[in-house]
C-alpha cells in the first residue's frame, strides 16, 4: 500500500512561489498516478493537477494552468507541485493522492490513498 506524506506549504505573499513534495512509500510508485487537490476553508475539496504514473501525461485545473506545474521523480518516489503567481485564492490545504492505475484522473473518487495535506497561505 502507498503511504503519502506531504510537505512544502508555507505562508507567501502574492506573486511569490512555493513547491509542494509529495513523497510516497511503495516499490512500483511508477504505476500509481498522483493528483494534488486543495481545500480552503469552508469549501469542498478540489482538483488542481494530476500526473500520470509514467509523467508523461499531466492535466490541470483551469484555476491553476500557466501558473502551477506538476511532475514526478519515480526514482525518488516523489511528485512535486511547482506554484509561481500565486494568488490569495490559492490558500488551503493542499493534499496529494495517488490511486492504482497508471492513468491519471481529475476526480478525487478515482484516489485510494491521501497524504494528510500542507497548508498554503498566501497573503496579497
Known amino acids: 500500500q502507498v503511504q503519502l506524506v506531504e510537505s512544502g506549504g508555507g505562508l507567501v505573499q502574492a506573486g511569490g512561489s512555493l513547491r509542494l513534495s509529495c513523497a510516497a512509500s511503495?516499490?512500483?510508485?511508477?504505476?500509481?498516478?498522483v493528483g494534488w487537490f486543495r481545500q480552503a476553508p469552508g469549501k469542498e475539496r478540489v482538483f488542481v493537477a494530476t500526473?500520470?504514473?509514467?509523467?508523461?501525461?499531466?492535466y490541470y485545473a483551469d484555476s491553476v494552468k500557466g501558473r502551477f506545474t506538476i511532475s514526478r521523480d519515480n526514482a525518488k518516489n516523489t511528485v512535486y507541485l511547482q506554484m509561481n503567481s500565486l494568488k490569495p485564492e490559492d490558500t488551503a490545504v493542499y493534499y496529494c493522492?495517488?490511486?492504482?492505475?497508471?492513468?491519471?484522473?481529475?476526480?478525487?473518487?478515482?484516489?485510494?490513498?491521501w497524504g494528510q495535506g500542507t497548508q498554503v497561505t498566501v497573503s496579497s
Open positions: 500526473i500520470s504514473g509514467s509523467g508523461n501525461n499531466t
Open positions: 493522492a495517488a490511486r492504482q492505475s497508471h492513468y491519471y484522473s481529475g476526480s478525487s473518487r478515482h484516489y485510494d490513498r
Open positions: 511503495g516499490r512500483t510508485f511508477s504505476n500509481n498516478a
